[in-house]
């Protein structure tokens, strides 16, 4: 796997907008570009739509869905989806699905929880 740290992704300029700690020099540096351009939408956006997939996520659960795909998953951030919905079911199944392998878990950290926990799965 190639991972360019010179150049930004869209998951890490992501993972920054949301305070997060998976991103380069490059992620921030494209994240700012953004911010100048469009003002502090870009983040806040981020931050909403990060708010959104935590009650969505939350309401299912709560509704009894125990079986989730989080596709385009990116980067594991505070309340992921399997975190979420184990709150309200612990028996909630969970599949992180993502065309970048570095999102999909095996750098950052996904398939270490799917070892740990039966309920999730990565796949890239």
């Known amino acids: 796997m190639d991972l360019r740290i010179d150049r930004p992704t869209p998951a890490r300029v992501y993972d920054y907008f949301l305070g997060g700690k998976d991103n380069y020099a490059s992620d921030r540096q494209a994240a700012e570009q953004i911010t100048q351009a469009l003002g502090n939408g870009a983040a806040e956006g981020a931050r909403e739509n ?30 992921n989806t399997h975190q979420v919905a184990q709150r309200f079911n612990p028996d909630a199944r969970v599949v992180y699905v993502d065309n970048d392998r570095c999102n999909s878990g095996c750098v950052h950290g996904l398939d270490d929880v799917a070892h740990a926990n039966e309920q999730v799965s990565a796949l890239s």
């Open 50 to 79: 990060r708010l959104f997939l935590r009650r969505v996520v939350a309401w299912l659960a709560r509704a009894g869905i125990d079986q989730f795909i989080d596709i385009g998953a990116g980067l594991p951030t505070q309340d």
